[in-house]
T-cell receptor
Framework: DSGVTQTPKHLITATGQRVTLRCSPR?????VYWYQQSLDQGLQFLIQ???????AKGNILERFSAQQFPDLHSELNLSSLELGDSALYFC?????????????FGSGTQLSVL | AQSVAQPEDQVNVAEGNPLTVKCTYS??????LFWYVQYPNRGLQFLLK??????LVKGSYGFEAEFNKSQTSFHLKKPSALVSDSALYFC???????????FGKGTRLSVIA
């Protein structure tokens, strides 16, 4: 068990809908990362937060947004969902977000858009 | 921008034989290199990392990786494969603070008894 908790584990929804994925980092970790894993694109970095502030941004669509709350949990909001958004979404955390740190990954949220 | 290439989608090896999973990288500065493993229905787990120093890095479960700056490679190795090593392996690189950890597409390792 990595200590990173993601909910829900599975999510099935329809095109055009909006969903929220939740992540609780390991105790003491200040940095949270969101990744999208799909068969064709592999593991794509979406966004990173450190202690409540955005630190780095990757290939995150404008329809997607995220935030990190004062208790350090994070939410990823996906709106106007399309079939192509179906993927496994991972959250990861680390203590400071420094280059040498390893990431601890949650088990992911499997999103299916029908 | 940094990038990682894992040239093999699949590697098959017999149990007891040595295994190698290949990775090459591209960064503008000093590379910080990582290997992660993903078992079915699980998140990624850290195996090992190279930051600086000795080119041969030892990690979890008997795995090691060799950093080769001239070939910009960071291949994952294990002297004797186990069936339980069968999983998806990801190489990743960062080249500075406030840059994301960029992953390769992954290599599926199958160890056959």
């Amino acid at each position: 068990d990595s200590g990173v908790t993601q909910t829900p584990k599975h999510l099935i929804t329809a095109t055009g809908q909006r969903v929220t994925l939740r992540c609780s980092p390991r105790s003491g970790d200040l940095s949270v990362y969101w990744y999208q894993q799909s068969l064709d694109q592999g593991l794509q970095f979406l966004i990173q937060y450190y202690n409540g502030e955005e630190r780095a941004k990757g290939n995150i669509l404008e329809r997607f947004s995220a935030q990190q709350f004062p208790d350090l949990h994070s939410e990823l909001n996906l709106s106007s969902l399309e079939l192509g958004d179906s993927a496994l979404y991972f959250c990861a955390s680390s203590v400071e977000g420094d280059v040498h740190e390893k990431l601890f990954f949650g088990s992911g949220t499997q999103l299916s858009v029908l | 921008a940094q990038s990682v290439a894992q040239p093999e989608d699949q590697v098959n090896v017999a149990e007891g034989n040595p295994l190698t999973v290949k990775c090459t990288y591209s960064v503008s500065g000093n590379p910080y290199l990582f290997w992660y493993v993903q078992y079915p229905n699980r998140g990624l787990q850290f195996l090992l990392k190279y930051i600086t120093g000795d080119n041969l890095v030892k990690g979890s479960y008997g795995f090691e990786a060799e950093f080769n700056k001239s070939q910009t490679s960071f291949h994952l190795k294990k002297p004797s494969a186990l069936v339980s090593d069968s999983a998806l392996y990801f190489c990743a690189v960062r080249d500075g603070r406030n840059t994301p950890l960029v992953f390769g597409k992954g290599t599926r390792l199958s160890v056959i008894a």
